[in-house]
């Protein structure tokens, strides 16, 4: 058998553009063309196309969000004559305390930083999209560069995370033995906020 008839798709032709969304619905950063064809199995030419058609069609039907090609990479974002709703949802999240996801998500990174989203999900055993965003949101992490060998984002707490726990130093965090997450000593650190993360974050 050839080596061009090993070169299977991965998902048949008819899944290409629900599959592509699927990827791009979970990525933390931009994804480039030519990552997504080797995940899909599919040429990069028929991805490419895909892609632009998607972009074309969410435009066409006005939805809420839009695919855009920006600095080599696919990513979805809101659309801009939507983001005054976004504003105002974040705010409102604002008066509301942290879920216990948000607080396992944050203990976990707080003990495992620089830490990435894969990293945090692997631990935790559930996807933290949606959390790792409201704790971005909230400043009580940030981004710490990228990984050298998968090139995905880190994440750590800031001071403003020490400041609400009143410590100066990760040096000052209790021990938090022998597996995270362990929440017992975290469970009351007050005013914390969440807002709705909605269906990803149901999902915590």
């Known amino acids: 058998m050839t080596d061009d008839a090993l070169e299977v798709a991965l998902v048949p032709e008819g899944g290409l553009r629900p599959s592509l969304e699927a990827l791009l619905m979970i990525a933390d950063q931009p994804l480039d063309e030519s990552t997504l064809a080797t995940a899909v199995g599919h040429p990069l030419g028929d991805v490419t196309a895909a892609l632009t058609d998607l972009a074309q069609e969410y435009a066409e039907q006005g939805r809420g969000f839009e695919l855009r090609n920006v600095a080599g990479g696919w990513r979805y974002y809101t ?7 976004v504003e105002a949802f974040v705010l409102d999240g604002q008066q509301a305390r942290l879920t216990q996801a948000a607080l396992e998500t944050l203990a976990v990174v707080a003990y495992r930083q620089p830490v990435s989203r894969a990293r945090v999900s692997a631990i935790r055993g559930v996807n ?10 909230r400043g009580l992490v940030e981004e710490a560069g990228q990984d050298h ?4 984002n880190l994440y750590r707490t800031t001071s403003y995370f020490l400041e609400r726990i009143g410590v100066t130093s990760l040096d000052d965090l209790p021990e938090l033995a022998p597996f ?15 807002e709705v993360v909605g269906a990803e974050g149901s999902a915590e």
Do not use: K
């Not at 659309?79 to 709703?85: D, S």
């Not at 997450?181 to 005013?191: A, I, W």
């Open 180 to 194: 995270l997450p362990d929440l017992t000593d975290l469970g009351d650190l007050g005013d914390f906020d969440d």
């Open 128 to 137: 933290v999209d949606g959390v790792m965003r409201t704790l971005l949101t």
């Open 79 to 85: 659309r801009e004559e939507y983001a005054g709703v």
């Open 149 to 152: 060998s998968s090139g995905a």
